[in-house]
């Protein structure tokens, strides 16, 4: 633990009460210069410090994603052990792929990406302090190629949950792996994974879970401000990053450790169905040999998309090999 930690620790551990310069250098053998210099650090990391001559240091309520906010949250045995904190990366998944040695339950986690990606290659807008963007990389002893699809099903569940028990508001789902409310996009979850060919064995598998916190309509890029949204632009409630980050991992342990992954598919599969806001609507089906419209009826017991065609045949959709339009 650095230094700042400390001192943020001591600010914490007594948050709202006047902690003095000089008790500070004495705890951590150094100089008063160098406990201010430690606080104008974490002040601009966005801690709310006071300070006051005679007095010393005040540490108010702060909304602040890091390492040391999320795990003093975490309530998990698994997930979340440990968190890696990076102010700015490229793409949390892409860090969890370059990085092999992170261990089974590892959360990457940012609240900015350079180079956010979703599903078929598309690039997920994820700006500087609006929202919180993660990874979990697993290391399955049990789970077959065959379940990886339906972990980002699970993955969707998870993330309305945690949205649902942070606002009182339930979102819902767009098939695969979109979180939506009031037909406005807050997340996107692209699962991705690591199998030996040979062998069939899978290194690993990553679970990208980005959304939208704090951003306003008006702060969304031109193309996609009329489908995108945030928590707070569509519940009204402002969710503390580090909260819905430890939450989400306990959540996500509950289904995947506690649940007995992939044994508890048919369970999650029925709330995600209940979660699906579009059945009984028309949709573009959009693949490489062809598009065309159907009629969304129901997801079967994979997790696959039931459609009606025009003529009649109902058809199962993989998720990776189709996208879907929503008419609005």
């Keep these: 633990m650095t230094t700042k930690e400390m001192i943020?620790?001591?600010?914490?551990?007594?948050?709202?009460?006047?902690?003095?310069?000089?008790?500070?250098?004495?705890?951590?053998?150094?100089?008063?210069?160098?406990?201010w210099k430690q606080i104008s650090a974490l002040q601009r990391d966005g801690y709310q410090i006071l300070s006051e001559t005679g007095?010393?240091?005040?540490?108010?309520?702060?909304e602040v994603l890091s390492a040391y906010e999320i795990e003093k949250r975490l309530t998990t045995r698994l997930i979340g052990h440990p968190v890696v904190y990076l102010s700015?990366?490229?793409?949390?998944?892409?860090?969890?792929?370059n990085h092999p040695s992170l261990s089974d339950g590892t959360v990457i986690v940012t609240s900015?990406?350079?180079?956010?990606?979703?599903?078929?290659?598309?690039?997920?807008?994820?700006?500087?302090?609006?929202?919180?963007?993660?990874?979990?990389?697993?290391?399955?002893?049990?789970?077959?190629?065959?379940?990886?699809?339906?972990?980002?099903?699970?993955?969707?569940?998870?993330?309305?949950?945690t949205i649902e028990e942070?606002?009182?508001?339930?979102?819902?789902?767009?098939?695969?792996?979109?979180?939506?409310?009031?037909?406005?996009?807050?997340?996107?979850?692209l699962t991705e994974a690591s199998i030996e060919?040979?062998?069939?064995?899978?290194?690993?598998?990553?679970?990208?879970?980005?959304?939208?916190?704090?951003?306003?309509?008006?702060?969304?890029?031109?193309?996609?401000?009329?489908?995108?949204?945030?928590?707070?632009?569509?519940?009204?409630?402002?969710?503390?990053?580090?909260?819905?980050?430890a939450k989400l991992s306990a959540n996500f342990e509950k289904y995947y450790l506690d649940g007995h992954f992939p044994q508890n598919?048919?369970?999650?599969?029925?709330?995600?169905?209940k979660d699906l806001f579009f059945l009984g609507e028309t949709v573009e089906v959009r693949s490489v040999r062809e598009n065309y419209f159907a009629v969304a009826e129901d997801i079967d017991a994979d997790g696959n998309l039931l459609v009606r065609r025009e003529d009649g045949r109902l058809v199962a959709l993989n998720s990776g090999e189709i996208s879907l339009k929503l008419h609005r």
């Design 8 to 35: 943020l620790r001591v600010l914490d551990e007594q948050t709202g009460q006047w902690v003095s310069g000089e008790q500070l250098a004495e705890k951590f053998a150094i100089s008063r210069t160098a406990v």
């Design 55 to 62: 007095k010393g240091y005040q540490l108010q309520p702060s």
């Design 88 to 97: 700015s990366v490229d793409s949390t998944n892409v860090y969890a792929k």
């Design 112 to 161: 900015h990406q350079t180079a956010g990606v979703g599903r078929l290659a598309r690039r997920f807008y994820s700006p500087d302090r609006a929202g919180v963007y993660l990874s979990i990389l697993l290391r399955p002893e049990t789970v077959a190629v065959s379940d990886i699809s339906t972990i980002t099903l699970m993955a969707a569940v998870v993330t309305v949950d």
């Design 166 to 189: 942070l606002t009182g508001v339930r979102p819902q789902i767009k098939w695969t792996n979109d979180v939506y409310l009031n037909r406005r996009k807050l997340c996107g979850i």
């Design 197 to 245: 060919g040979e062998t069939g064995f899978i290194r690993n598998i990553i679970v990208g879970i980005g959304v939208n916190l704090y951003q306003r309509y008006e702060d969304f890029a031109p193309e996609i401000r009329d489908i995108a949204g945030s928590v707070l632009s569509e519940t009204g409630v402002r969710v503390h990053p580090a909260d819905y980050a």
């Design 265 to 273: 598919k048919a369970d999650f599969l029925r709330q995600y169905r």
